[in-house]
């Protein structure tokens, strides 16, 4: 039932139609897995075949990458699909040969809202129905909603918490009971940086990813002694869509790689020390470790991948 060094091979990943999310799936497709890719855009169910177009060329370079959200307005042309997925990509994790969906896994995009309870119940009902329990969930979906504390609006907040905080509750509430009636499973949330680290244009962002925070180590600690793990894996500036979008909606030009590399003391936004902006592959690669059999000691842990950007964090 196990493959390589990681253990489970039903694998859940949210949040997986492109950036972080089609990232970490690539490198789950790259072992013998059940992989069920989730995201609220429809875009998700072409998830499955742009991995298997990266593989094919994964020789070209990863600079560029995109990331879903659990609330994209609206579905991205399949064209764009392959492109964004493409460049999440790591070259070295998820070749052509490894992301063969029709020989080495099965990969499948499933459209759902993580905020509904009643769909996250029938999703993990017909995953195990069909393919056995998950033992496997790396839970990437989420929302950013920009805003200061003073000029944030009561309806962006709410929606900003119910998608990071609930969204976050549903999945992995459901997931670890689950693991916990088998004696074993692996959850890797991913939140930000911005959960510990103030940022004045993050207020509804940074407490709903704090939110998450707080309730999944409470949810390890509750089920560690009943063999299943929970860790976090905190990124910050991460070449995504997400944060794009922050800045026009471009590709990131040197002036706003300069602003994100050097922080902004007037918004308390601390710098990266390591000088470089993260790809989505970075943050997979971390999360993969954690699910995988060389973090079999760790759990309730916070495991940031931002440069040094929270410094003492």
Same mark, same amino acid.
């Given at each position: 039932?196990?493959?390589g060094d990681s253990r489970g091979r039903v694998v859940v990943v949210t949040g997986a139609a ?6 970490? %799936? ?19 169910? &072409? ?7 990266? =593989? ?16 994209? %307005? %609206? ?69 950013m909603v920009g805003g200061t504390a003073l000029e944030l609006d009561a309806d962006d907040w ?46 509804a962002y940074g407490a709903a990813k704090a939110a998450a925070t707080a309730f999944t180590r ?52 601390? =710098? ?9 592959? &970075? ?18 842990? &916070? ?11």
């Open positions: 039932m196990f493959n492109g950036g972080i999310g089609a990232a970490i %799936a690539a490198r789950f497709a790259a072992e013998d897995r059940v992989v069920s890719l989730w995201d609220l855009d429809p875009a998700v169910h &072409d998830t499955p075949a742009a991995l298997a177009t990266a =593989g094919n060329q994964s020789s070209r370079p990863n600079t560029h990458s995109h990331s879903a959200t659990a609330t994209s %307005a %609206a579905p991205t042309r399949v064209g764009d699909r392959d492109e964004e997925v493409r460049t999440s990509v790591d070259p070295g994790h998820g070749s052509a040969a490894a992301i063969d969906t029709a020989r080495t896994a099965s990969v499948h995009g499933v459209t759902i809202d993580i905020t509904d309870a009643d769909a996250v119940r029938a999703a993990f009902d017909r995953l195990t129905s069909e393919h056995g329990r998950v033992e496997v969930l790396a839970h990437a979906a989420g929302l709410a929606r900003c918490l119910t998608v990071n905080a609930t969204g976050t509750m549903l999945v992995t509430q459901r997931a670890a009971a689950d693991m916990a009636a088998v004696g074993r499973g692996s959850i890797v949330v991913v939140t930000s940086n911005a959960a510990a680290t103030p940022r004045v244009g993050m207020a409470s949810l390890a600690l509750q089920v560690a002694p009943l063999g299943v793990r929970v860790n976090l894996v905190s990124p910050g500036s991460t070449d995504t869509a997400m944060l794009r979008d922050m800045f026009g909606g471009t590709p990131l030009d040197d002036d706003a790689e300069t602003a994100l590399l050097d922080g902004d003391p007037a918004a308390y936004r601390l =710098g990266i020390p390591l000088r470089r902006i993260a790809t989505p592959a &970075d943050i997979a690669g971390a999360v993969h470790f954690l699910a995988s059999e060389d973090a079999r000691h760790i759990t309730m842990h &916070d495991l940031r991948v931002d440069g040094g950007a929270t410094l003492d964090m």
